[in-house]
């Protein structure tokens, strides 16, 4: 008779673990804040909403600034937002925040970290599915990330998809066919810069 | 009137006390209606789950039976497969109304689970799927554009957490495999929910299964032909029978003796809050010897002192199962929680259900356990000779 129940289960059982709901946190936080930033002695987390901060007005706000509108599935007002404040000793040292964004095939993970002045320090997919992912992941991309700021990315038109001066322009897509997620990943990262500009120094500024 | 006035004054004389002794009658009863909530809400989740599978037999390759384990062990290998001639060979059977071919496989995908990995299963099927479970209602979609399309259809608890829309694509990372999401099953309440859909053909393609499945679901056109062709297939080599009605009184025998144990654990409160009440009424009659003395003394009759003590203890049991029915009602959520924690699998729906039949039985056995807690204090108090009691009193 066990035999009969556990044929069945398993078909039940194994579907349930399946999925696990997608967040913008860190997988690990402690081990992710202490690879970061080496030089950390804690953190402090903080959610939020765009509904709590400021509502419809504010996404209205925030996508004129991003030069795109939001996608109905993945930047949903009441998606709950992380940001990570870095802390040595008492005093801050920097930022990390993390945000969904539509890939094509499924969501980008985009985090990154900042210093204090909202520069990008570090830049990596905690999770993309993609045919090119060892492209996308390796340093040489990811690098050229490093140093540019929220002013860099408001020279680069998301829905036009083109860049003007600055080092923005200089960044290579190193993927072959998938300028898809290369586009998906610059308004992801100018989104993650806005959104954190956002609620560092509040709605309205 | 005057004696229910008497009975509940004399309650709130010790407040503290009173609340006590009802708060215990409360989580008692409370107990009781949730786990008899659970019986019921369990069964009836379960008989759903298994009667929205479609069919009444699923044919399986014959090997393993802890599969489940085995699928958990080895990173989702380990399932057992069986020739499509085995489905050819079934499907001429007259006494079949609809029958359906699957094969469950499954991939690794270690940025699942916030990093963690987790396993995602794709189940291939046919158009035949959809003729055995004629609720599957498309939200978005449609089915797919041919028998081995390179196209996934995903049930809608998947789509909602994987953020999926029709058109997308799905990359499937260790088989380098690009499909094209072309429809979103409604929600059905059930585990097909979570499951990624792809076309038969697809799935023994890409996952390089040629000829093979996992199981085949099959209903009858006569429910009552069930046992005789249960019979016909076990004389097939390398395949077991599993009918659902068996599957279904399988878990309920288990449930049923899980359920000994829990209800025992009910009772077992019961007793306590029983004895509880007991105490305080006898500890409360034993205060007020005098008191019950000199209203002996003044005319009350045996028959007067048992009503007012027999109503207080009445009161206390009554007023703890009212409470106890909306702790009940109020911790639903909280108890299907932890059940959905403890047991390893729960079926889709409510896992406790609290009807006003529960409620109204629950409510009447406070009653008359109230009633029978309530003879024996009574009894004391009424027993009482006037001038012992004024005089044991002092």
């Known amino acids: 008779m066990l035999k009969l129940l556990f044929s069945v289960l398993f078909l039940f059982s194994i579907y349930t673990n399946s999925f696990a709901a997608i967040g913008c946190s860190l997988d690990d936080p402690d081990r992710d804040v202490k690879r970061l930033f080496p030089e950390s002695s804690g953190y402090l987390t903080k959610f939020i909403t765009l509904k709590e901060l400021g509502g419809q007005a504010l996404q209205s706000e925030i996508e004129e600034k991003l030069g795109d509108k939001f996608d109905a599935v993945y930047e949903d007002l009441d998606v709950s937002y992380v940001y990570y404040t870095i802390l040595k000793g008492k005093d801050p040292i920097g930022y990390i925040h993390g945000v969904n964004q539509k890939g094509k095939f499924g969501v980008l993970q985009i985090v990154i970290a900042t210093d204090l002045k909202e520069k990008i320090i570090s830049f990596y997919y905690q999770r993309i599915s993609s045919p090119e992912v060892s492209k996308f992941r390796a340093n040489e991309f990811t690098g050229q990330f490093k140093g540019l700021t929220l002013a860099d990315f408001y020279r680069y038109n998301v829905l036009e998809n083109k860049l003007s001066d600055g080092p923005v322009v200089k960044i290579i897509d190193y993927s072959v066919n998938s300028p898809e997620d290369f586009r998906a990943t610059l308004r992801g990262i100018k989104k993650d810069l806005i959104l954190l500009d956002y609620f560092l120094h509040g709605a309205g500024k | 009137m005057k004696i229910l006035t008497v009975a509940f004054k004399n309650l709130q ?251 025992s654990v009910a009772i077992i409160a019961i007793l306590i809050a029983v004895i509880g009440v007991v105490n305080t009424i006898l500890m409360s009659v034993f205060e007020r010897t005098k008191e019950i003395g000199v209203m002996k003394a003044i005319g009350a009759s045996r028959l007067d002192i048992f009503h007012i003590i027999w109503l207080e203890t009445t009161l206390i049991c009554v007023l703890g199962g009212f409470f106890g029915e909306i702790i009940a009602i109020l911790g639903t959520s909280l108890v299907e929680h932890i059940i959905r924690q403890t047991l390893p699998y729960a079926p889709a729906g409510k896992l406790v259900i609290i009807t006003p039949v529960l409620l109204l039985g629950s409510f009447l056995g406070a009653v008359i356990m109230g009633l029978i807690a309530g003879i024996y204090p009574a009894f004391r108090a009424s027993s009482m000779r006037p001038v012992e009691a004024i005089r044991s009193g002092d």
Do not use: H
């Open chain 2, 13 to 263: 004389r010790k407040k503290i006390r009173t609340f006590l002794t009802i708060g215990g009658v409360a989580i008692a009863v409370a107990v009781l209606v949730s786990l008899m909530g659970f019986d019921t809400g369990y069964q009836k989740s379960l008989t759903n789950d298994i009667d929205k599978m479609g069919y009444q037999v699923l044919v399986t390759a014959k090997g393993c039976p802890y599969e489940a384990a085995t699928l958990m062990l080895k990173g989702g290998g380990g399932l057992r497969y069986m020739e499509q001639s085995v489905f050819d060979k079934i499907a001429k059977d007259p006494r079949i109304e609809r029958i359906s071919p699957q094969l469950a496989a499954t991939e690794f995908d270690k940025d699942r689970q916030n990093g963690q990995g987790g396993i995602i299963l794709y189940m291939g099927v046919s158009n035949s799927y959809l003729e055995l479970k004629p609720w599957s209602k498309f939200k978005s979609g449609q089915w797919f554009s041919s028998d081995d399309a390179d196209e996934v259809i995903i049930g809608y608890e998947a789509a909602e957490l994987e953020q999926r829309v029709a058109g997308d694509q799905i990359f499937i990372p260790n088989l380098n495999k690009v499909l094209k999401v072309v429809g979103i099953f409604e929600r059905t309440g059930t585990q097909d929910d979570g499951i990624m859909f792809i076309p038969l053909a697809t799935a023994q393609r890409i996952f390089d299964l040629p000829g093979k499945l996992t199981g085949i679901g099959i209903k009858l056109k006569d429910i009552g032909s069930l046992g005789d062709f249960e019979e016909s297939l076990y004389n097939e080599p390398g395949i077991q029978v599993i009918s659902m009605a068996q599957v279904k009184g399988t878990i309920f025998n288990l449930v049923s003796s899980s359920k000994v144990m829990t209800n």
